[in-house]
């Protein structure tokens, strides 16, 4: 089985290979990394990239893959309309990590791209409508840590965002809305329990990928 995994930074790539290697050793992983889409996606709007994300689904499936996983939450909608046009298992990355998210009420979304909180809050919004629950959304922009990100300083970045976690007091779970967040988890100290998307999106992908 093969996974073909759109990623929008190569900073992932080495993210999803560990967690392959810790909880699906059998999977067969291929990258394609094309940051274009979340630059052009945070002016035009995401559905203006369901054009490039087809063509990359379709060129994915061609080469072998039997699902394709988009860890971009910005586009990940786009990605699933594409996937259920094309009739292939494409799924996005944060759909996991917001159906257990709804279970707790309240919810506040962490992000660090504006692009990626409207997207964020629909899902949230789907998943609630779905599991039938009521559900209390807040969104933060974490302040400066794009800039950190596009720097390079991956550090300062998730310290930020952790930071951000630690101010939140009126919630019931907290949700890192970017897969490049994950890491803001082990560094904040809120007993607020916080959700990012990596290990669940892969989990969900390695089971589409198997068929």
């Given at each position: 089985?093969?996974?073909?995994?759109?990623?929008?930074?190569?900073?992932?790539?080495p993210v999803f290979d560990a967690l392959r290697d810790a909880?699906?050793?059998g999977l067969v992983l291929r990258h394609l990394v094309h940051g274009d889409l979340?630059?052009?996606?945070?002016?035009?709007g995401p559905e203006a990239?369901?054009?490039d994300v087809e063509a990359l689904v379709s060129g994915?499936?061609?080469?072998?893959?039997?699902?394709?996983?988009?860890t971009c939450s910005t586009i990940g909608g786009v990605a699933e309309s594409v996937g259920a046009r094309l009739g292939v298992p494409?799924?996005?990355?944060?759909?996991?990590?917001?159906?257990a998210a709804v279970r707790a009420g309240r919810v506040t979304v962490l992000a660090a791209h504006h692009a990626t909180l409207e997207p964020t809050r629909a899902l949230l919004a789907q998943e609630a409508e779905r599991a039938g629950e009521t559900l209390d959304v807040r969104?933060?922009?974490?302040?400066?840590a794009w800039a950190r990100?596009?720097?390079?300083?991956?550090?300062?970045y998730l310290d930020l965002v952790a930071a951000a976690a630690d101010d939140v007091t009126d919630a019931d779970v907290i949700v890192l809305a970017q897969v490049s967040m994950a890491g803001a988890v082990t560094r904040s100290v809120t007993r607020i329990p916080v959700l990012s998307s990596p290990g669940p999106g892969l989990d969900a992908a390695a089971v589409a990928a198997a068929g």
């Open positions: 089985m093969s996974l073909a995994l759109l990623h929008t930074s190569a900073v992932h790539v909880r699906h050793p979340l630059d052009r996606a945070g002016v035009l990239m369901a054009g994915a499936v061609a080469e072998g893959a039997t699902a394709v996983l988009c494409v799924l996005r990355i944060d759909r996991p990590m917001a159906a969104t933060v922009l974490v302040d400066g990100f596009e720097a390079g300083d991956h550090g300062g």
